[in-house]
């Protein structure tokens, strides 16, 4: 097709990295690609903290148990961030509202875009890594160990280094289920078993569950409190 397009179906998580520093140079050529993707009115409402400190990624492991965290060369926080714009409007003597859902979705927006860029500026590499979304089930502890100031919050991070493991690429759900013409199109339920099977054949025995059963299993939980109230304590909601 094209070496971009390529280089995006190529996308598999990477967990388990080799010891192998990821030069400065390198890292910072990675973010500043990831930085280019758009932003709400260019107002770049989202901060990273690059953790490469050893001790650090322990803790936040400690934290999450997750360890690509512990495995990676570097892990990377991205921060929704509207201490900026309190910066800015409190030099300009107007009102500050960050609160509620439309800003956070600016903020939350903005953060993700960045770090898939990010991501797949690091594939383009021969890096690997993938995303953290469980660090928002210890929001408060982690925004306390990275200092984040009042109107910010954990939203992902990435573990990223030099890829020890290769896997086939992750099957998607077909085209039709979740792309429509025009108008919304409710699928009928036998998109379930059929991508059930797809999903199984994929993991060939490695998940002890159907994809429909985890699907099932997130949305008949609670969802984690760690992030409300972690929003709550940093003046955001
Ligand atoms: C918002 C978000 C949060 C994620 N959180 C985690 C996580 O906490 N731990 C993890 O191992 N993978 C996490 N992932 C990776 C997904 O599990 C992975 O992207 C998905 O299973 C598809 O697999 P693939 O990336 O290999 O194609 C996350 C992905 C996204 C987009």
Not at 57 to 73: E, H, N, P, R, V
């Amino acid at each position: 097709m094209n070496p971009i397009i390529d280089q995006m179906n190529q996308h598999f998580s990477v967990r388990q990295f080799k010891k192998e520093r990821i030069a400065d140079e390198t890292l910072k050529t990675i973010i500043n690609a990831g930085r280019s993707a758009s932003t709400w009115m260019n107002f770049q409402s989202y901060s990273i903290i690059v953790v490469r400190n050893q001790e650090k990624k322990q803790k936040i492991y400690d934290l999450l148990g997750q360890s690509s965290i512990l495995s990676a060369d570097v892990f990377l926080v991205f921060v929704g961030d509207f201490y900026r714009a309190k910066q800015i409007t409190d030099e300009k003597g107007v009102a500050f509202k960050p609160e509620g859902v439309e800003r956070l979705l600016v903020s939350s927006v903005d953060a993700a875009l960045v770090a898939q860029n990010t991501l797949l500026a690091a594939e383009s590499m021969d890096l690997g890594g993938v995303i953290i979304g469980m660090l928002r089930t210890k929001s408060e502890q982690l925004s306390k160990l990275l200092d984040l100031p009042d109107y910010t919050y954990p939203l992902i991070g990435i573990s990223l280094g030099v890829p020890d493991e290769h896997h086939e690429i992750k099957p998607r759900l077909p085209y039709e289920n979740v792309v429509f013409d025009e108008t919304y199109q409710i699928q009928p339920e036998a998109f379930v078993e059929t991508f059930d099977e797809v999903q199984s054949r994929y993991a060939d025995g490695r998940q002890a569950t159907l994809w429909s059963e985890r699907v099932a299993n997130y949305f008949s939980g609670d969802a984690t409190a760690s992030t409300l109230q972690n929003l709550k304590e940093k003046k955001l909601m």
